[in-house]
């Protein structure tokens, strides 16, 4: 069965001090790997696409990357406005339509 | 522009009523999408439309009947619904039906009374 696992479930970090998400998957077949940023009582922001293992994208101070059993999402300097739920979500090789299978999300909580 | 747009923002239904959710969408996108999620956890699907056909129900209760009039809009009509569809309520849309990232609107956050 596809599943996709996000740790930690919580993380709070003081502003400036570096730290990683992880999202680790067991799926038939990646299509593609994808990190939303939500924060509360609105849709998912789009952050991020990862195709295939080795591949990194950056985006101001948030940088993902991919393996082919897992993804982070590396947060530099952080800043309390990074604070949401940062969720990761996998599309799967198979299936006619696309599909994507979501992680239970990360809570981060950046103080000033 | 990668925008969704999802009316209304707030609603509060009885369980008798019927009501409907708009989502529009100006991107050309062909795959738009009906997502529930309930408080803290990540969304669910619900439904999927490619090129404006039904192509994924995820055995969803039939008090939820999606709708697609065209390419660009999506609605959900609800009726009959129970405390427990209380929900947020996400639409979404992507360039692809086999592949890409989809977008998502603000939400319509639902309340049944």
């Known amino acids: 069965e596809d599943q996709v696992t996000q740790s930690p479930e919580a993380l709070r970090l003081q502003e400036g001090e570096s730290s990683s998400l992880n999202c680790s998957y067991t799926v038939s077949g990646l299509r593609g790997l994808f990190w939303y940023r939500q924060d509360p009582g609105k849709g998912p922001e789009f952050l991020f696409t990862l195709y295939s293992a080795g591949e990194e994208k950056e985006k101001e101070r948030l940088k993902a990357t991919l393996t082919k059993k897992e993804s982070f999402l590396h947060i530099t300097a952080p800043k309390p406005e990074d604070s949401a739920t940062y969720l990761c979500a996998v599309q799967v090789r198979g299936g006619a339509t696309n599909k994507l299978i979501f992680g239970t999300g990360t809570l981060l909580a950046v103080q000033p | 522009d990668t925008e969704v747009t999802q009316t209304p923002k707030h609603l509060v239904m009885g369980m008798t009523n019927k009501k409907s959710l708009k989502c529009e969408q100006h991107?050309?996108?062909?795959?738009m999408y009906w997502y529930k999620q309930k408080a803290k956890k990540p969304p669910e699907l619900m439904f999927v439309?490619?090129?404006?056909?039904?192509?994924i129900n995820e055995s969803v209760p039939s008090r939820f009947s999606p709708e697609c009039p065209n390419s660009s809009l999506l609605n959900l009509h609800l009726h009959a619904l129970q405390p427990e569809d209380s929900a947020l309520y996400l639409c979404a849309s992507s360039h692809g039906t086999r592949t890409g990232e989809a977008f998502f609107g603000q939400g319509t956050r639902l309340t049944v009374v």
């Open positions: 991107m050309g996108h062909r795959a």
């Open positions: 439309y490619s090129y404006e056909k039904l192509s």
